[in-house]
């Protein structure tokens, strides 16, 4: 079965990036929300991304129904795609443990809400949003079929460019100046060079 090692390893991703967000996820619970952004739009952002990433993916591995729209790259790009998925998981584990108890997969703002400068944090401010970047780019090289591998960037594009102003507007409003200088330092999803 061509591509079957690919499959295996999107796969496993999937599963280590519910891995990290399980502990998290459960802490969770018991915080409380002080503000809260989550309406109609973020919900939508929120369902696109699971469709791109998750549900269709899945259809492509576990059915047939799919791979009408199939291609078959070099096995080399599939590595490479491998190479990403390793990267973004990296990076994807180092935000959690670095944002910790101020984590939430929506737009909130929590009790106790601390800014995080440091770590992962003290590079790019957005390394969940950078390791997903990683992950789409990934996507289509793992995930050789038309439909399905590139459902991930599409339907994050709009996820990033809606959700990040509104995130960082909500930081700027919460945490104000301590906000802004942490803007002025530190960039978006690329380091910035000196
Ligand atoms: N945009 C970040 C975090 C995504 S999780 C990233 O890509 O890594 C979304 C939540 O993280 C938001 O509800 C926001 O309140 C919180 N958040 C984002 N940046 C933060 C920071 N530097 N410090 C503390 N909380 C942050």
Do not use: C
Not at 99 to 128: A, C, E, F, V
Not at 137 to 155: E, R, Y
Request: aromatic content about 14%; hydrophobic content about 50%; overall charge positive.
């Amino acid at each position: 079965m061509p591509n079957l090692a690919f499959k295996i390893i999107y796969v496993a991703a999937l599963v280590v990036e519910m891995a990290i967000r399980a502990p998290l996820n459960k802490q969770r619970k018991q915080i409380k929300v002080t503000s809260n952004r989550v309406n109609r739009q973020e919900a939508i952002l929120l369902g696109l991304l699971f469709l791109g990433n998750f549900l269709l993916p899945l259809l492509y591995i576990f059915s047939p129904w799919l791979n009408f729209a199939n291609y078959t790259l070099p096995p080399w790009a599939g590595w490479l795609g491998a190479a990403f998925v390793l990267g973004a998981l990296i990076v994807f584990w180092r935000a959690h443990v670095d944002l910790g108890r101020n984590w939430s997969p929506t737009l909130q703002i929590l009790d106790g809400h601390k800014l995080i400068t440091q770590g992962i944090y003290g590079m790019i401010r957005h390394p969940m949003y950078a390791s997903q970047w990683l992950w789409v780019l990934a996507q289509p090289l793992l995930i050789q079929n038309w439909i399905a591998g590139l459902a991930g960037a599409l339907f994050y594009l709009p996820m990033y460019f809606i959700r990040v102003p509104v995130e960082e507007r909500m930081m700027l409003e919460q945490f104000g100046d301590e906000y802004r200088d942490y803007m002025r330092r530190v960039g978006r999803v690329l380091p910035r060079l000196r």
